[in-house]
């Protein structure tokens, strides 16, 4: 079974640019979850997705974050403008239906962002 | 506030020797803790789950934790550390209200000196 692919690995991009994630969850999890970890600092969580319902977007730090579930299937993060506080490490995990957070949460590799 | 606080940044030990990795957390609800392991370029993958049930939890690769809600810690051992144990490790809390409130610690980086 194919795990949580995030693409791309690694991306440089200039201050004021458009940067867009793609996350593939696992396939027949319903929850999808993207969380960032800035450099040093803890990973942070930053939204939800059951299906293609954001259930929970409290976690994204400004407007410039955008993110989408198409059809419930993979998600886009999309970052415009980028700064360059947006430097990081992307992560996108999913899991099983329900919401009890005791279900393993599977992550991928994560996407490098560096805005220069 | 919900927090998680793991002690040591960096962790060293020789290979054979015993493994101790700290987590304490603080929690005004009954957590469901975690550990998760992540090594260089892949994503992180988790090593054991502590939902209520009992209190030393045994993982994979040999690791476990033991849950002492009396010290609020949840810390991860294990009897005999391997070249292949070294990578980053973090003590992550979840409560059953929301997904915003998983906590990841910021993580202990463990090495292992032949």
């Known amino acids: 079974e194919a795990g949580v692919t995030q693409f791309p690995s690694h991306s440089v991009i200039e201050k004021g640019q458009t940067v867009t994630l793609r996350c593939d969850p696992i396939?027949?999890?319903?929850?999808l979850y993207w969380y960032r970890r800035v450099m040093g600092k803890e990973i942070k969580f930053l939204l939800h997705?059951?299906?293609?319902?954001?259930?929970?977007e409290s976690g994204m730090p400004n407007n410039r974050f955008l993110a989408e579930r198409t059809g419930g299937t993979y998600s886009t993060l999309k970052v415009q403008p980028a700064e360059l506080e947006d430097s990081g490490v992307y992560f996108c995990?999913?899991?099983?239906?329900?919401?009890?957070?005791?279900?393993?949460?599977?992550f991928g590799p994560g996407t490098r962002l560096t805005v220069t | 506030a919900q927090s998680v606080t793991q002690l040591d940044s960096h962790v060293s030990v020789s290979e054979g020797t015993p493994v101790l990795l700290r987590c304490n957390y603080s929690?005004?609800?009954?957590?469901?803790l975690f550990w998760y392991v992540q090594h260089p370029n892949k994503g992180l993958q988790l090593l054991l789950k502590?939902?209520?049930?009992?209190?030393l939890v045994k993982g994979i690769n040999g690791f476990e934790a033991e849950f002492k809600k009396s010290e609020t810690s949840f810390h991860l051992t294990k009897p005999s550390a391997h070249m292949s144990d070294a990578a980053e490790y973090f003590c992550?809390?979840?409560?059953?209200?929301?997904?915003?409130?998983?906590?990841f610690g910021s993580g202990t980086r463990l090495s292992i000196r032949p």
């Open positions: 995990a999913s899991s099983q239906a329900g919401q009890d957070f005791s279900y393993e949460q599977y």
């Open positions: 396939s027949g999890h319903d929850n």
């Open positions: 997705f059951v299906k293609e319902s954001k259930q929970d």
């Open positions: 929690s005004s609800y009954s957590p469901s």
């Open positions: 502590y939902t209520s049930a009992a209190t």
């Open positions: 992550v809390v979840s409560f059953y209200s929301s997904a915003s409130k998983i906590i």
